[in-house]
């Protein structure tokens, strides 16, 4: 047998853009066991709602996460909604949905970029970037904010897009889909980045399942899950596919984050021919007093935030858990096995947000 | 991807203009909506305080006796709940971000807002 070296892999590497921390047991090159260790940027998130009313907590759940921090603000706004029994007006649902598909395609390209220069290519990862920046655009044209929007409030959002900007939308989709196409050409088609892909990191489907897994890691490995077909905001009434792959290695995964895209456009598009014309908010009053267990999908999978109130402005409780907190243990199962030069590109594969993870 | 994709690709990327923008030099996108930073209007702030509650981070302090009203711009997370909820309408949104610091530190804006003394309502005359 050959002598086992440990290897550690971040809190500082330049593949991960937020810190983690894994023991890597390498036999040779190959790595036989990792030991994940979290817990560098912690923020005491869940604590913080005893401080804060709950109407301003909307703000702080935002800020959970610097990538989908439009779902985290709708997921909270939802979960309060349920427990008051508030109505929101069918517009802010559709704005909430758009927004949210928005934040997933900005998430998507984000991460294809991140994804290419994991394996080293600078290229594409500047061209997926660039694409992220018309997205990025239409957020500040909408709603203010770049990556934080603050324009979802309990009971509606805080600020209506015109009809005119919404056909403007739609009609700028189209050519943002062309530019998709090709970038998802060379991350589908290119032998070298297949290469790189195929194969490695492998989660079976029954692993995928039981280790939990959520969003396009499960997906990749042919658990057919999606949040978005719960029907919460306006997915109900809009059409769209569940996509999922079979083999459940790293192409797999960038397959159906790639095939995301596409679907999000169009949901995105459906929604905007589908919006009735109506208030995007209504009154709030009193204060929330019961608990909900909420769930929604994000880029990255699913994400609960549990609240409870006790009928005071300040909540009891407020417990968030976040999709790559659930995708750990799959990674570690990923990871056994693999040469160490694969590793980067396994960790990346699962879309890692550490800071969503430890709040 | 073939040699002719590639030399397409190639020969755009050297035609178009750069995608990003130089941007001490070259004023960066801005929209109506962005959210930049916060202006305080002395002469119309009647000293309700509401701001200072709806913050979330509580980077708004009044003192009604001292007439003044301090921002820390460090704590600011320019959420847009001030310029919402004042009924004075005196904080407004400005699109331009605030200049690199380099010490920490509160701004403070003295109140300059006198009650017109036509109403007679309850509230105790200031000074």
Known sequence: ?359 | MGFFEMTKTALRTVLSRPVTILYPYQPAKKTDLTRGHIIFDGSRCISCSICQRKCPSQAILLNKEAKSWQIDRFRCVVCNSCVETCPAKCLSMDIQYTAPASAKGVEIFTITYVKPPKPEKKEEPKE
């Not at chain 1, 709603?143 to 056909?167: F, H, M, P, W, Y």
């Not at chain 1, 939308?169 to 196409?181: F, G, P, Q, T, V």
């Open chain 1, 1 to 359: 047998m050959t002598k086992q070296i440990i290897v550690p892999f971040g809190p500082q590497h330049p593949v991960l853009p937020e810190p983690i921390h894994l023991d890597l047991v390498l036999e040779d090159e190959t790595v036989v066991d990792v030991i994940p260790s979290i817990g560098y940027i912690h923020r005491g998130f869940e604590k913080l709602v005893e401080k804060r009313e709950f109407t301003e907590y909307v703000y702080i759940a935002e800020r959970t996460c610097g990538i989908c921090s439009f779902i985290h603000g709708m997921t909270y706004c939802v979960g309060i909604e349920q427990i008051m029994n508030i109505e929101v007006p069918e517009r802010a649902d559709y704005l909430r949905t758009i927004w949210s598909e928005y934040s997933r395609l900005h998430s998507h390209l984000l991460w294809l970029g991140c994804y290419a220069d994991s394996f080293g290519f600078e290229n594409l990862f500047m061209n997926a970037w660039r694409i992220r920046e018309r997205i990025l655009d239409v957020f500040e044209q909408t709603t203010g904010g770049r990556v934080i929007q603050g324009s979802c409030k309990i009971g509606g959002v805080r600020r209506d897009i015109s009809n005119e900007k919404l056909a403007e939308m739609s009609r700028d989709l189209n050519s943002i889909r062309k530019e998709i196409e090709e970038l998802t050409n060379v991350f589908l088609n290119d032998d070298t980045v297949r290469h790189r892909t195929r194969n490695v990191g492998v989660l079976s489907r029954e692993d995928a399942y039981h280790l939990g897994a959520v969003g396009p890691t499960a997906r990749g490995s042919g658990v057919a899950i999606d949040l978005r077909k719960t029907g919460y905001a306006a997915y109900g009434k809009l059409d769209f596919p569940v996509v999922t792959d079979s083999c459940g290695d790293c192409y797999s995964r960038c397959f159906v984050r790639c095939k995301e895209l596409f679907t999000s456009i169009d949901i995105i598009q459906q929604a905007i021919t589908k919006i009735p014309e109506g208030p995007i908010e209504v009154k709030v009053t009193g204060a929330p007093n019961g608990e909900f267990f909420c769930r929604a999908e994000q880029p990255r999978g699913e994400l609960v935030h549990y609240i409870k109130g006790n009928g005071t402005k300040f909540l009891v409780r407020s417990r968030i858990r976040t999709p790559t907190l659930t995708n750990i243990p799959p990674l570690v199962k990923m990871l056994q096995g693999c040469e160490l030069a694969d590793v980067p590109v396994i960790v990346l594969s699962i879309d890692p947000c550490i800071s969503c993870t430890e709040r």
